[in-house]
């Protein structure tokens, strides 16, 4: 009966655990991205030279949530989930995310679009200490037409 319930304890912890996020926290790292081009559809919100804060979220194992990005201006912010594309977001891709207005008046619902990231080093591993990320942003700001093109440095946040 003991060597019964011994095993029954050991399959029961393996099966849950199979399951549970191996990673908890999640693993961010955090930093900041200069806007380097933007579209005419983006307004006067978002302008070259404006340096956002981002925090940037790779899946790491296949447990884990999408990836994800964001993007925090003085003023607004947007978020970035994956919705197809590499798993780290590597290359184009397409997102689902959350944009918050400058008065929080617009923007609570999900926007969609597009990204296409280059993102080094070429793999991130649970202790890589630093990550670039080049890229453009499609539809940013749930506004059409806008492209936000962005270079960021971020690094590995402590947990």
């Not at 029961?12 to 200069?34: C, N, Y």
Request: hydrophobic residues 40%.
């Amino acid at each position: 009966m003991r060597k019964f319930l011994i095993s029954v304890a050991a399959s029961s912890m393996m099966a849950s655990s199979a399951f549970a996020a191996p990673h908890d926290p999640l693993i961010v790292w955090q930093g900041g991205a200069t806007i380097t081009a933007v579209t005419a559809a983006c307004g006067a919100g978002s302008q070259v030279g404006n340096l956002l804060q981002s925090v940037y979220r790779p899946r790491l194992d296949p447990a884990e949530p999408a990836s994800g990005l964001s993007l925090i201006g003085p003023r607004s912010a947007s978020s970035f989930l994956r919705t197809s594309g590499n798993d780290q977001m590597r290359g184009a891709g397409t997102y689902a995310g959350t944009w918050l207005s400058p008065r929080v008046t617009k923007g609570s619902g999900t926007n969609t679009g597009a990204y296409s990231l280059t993102i080094t080093p070429s793999v991130i591993a649970a202790t890589t200490p630093f990550v670039t990320i080049r890229g453009t942003i499609k539809n940013f700001q749930n506004t059409v037409g806008c492209n936000l093109t962005f270079r960021g440095s971020y690094t590995l946040r402590p947990n």
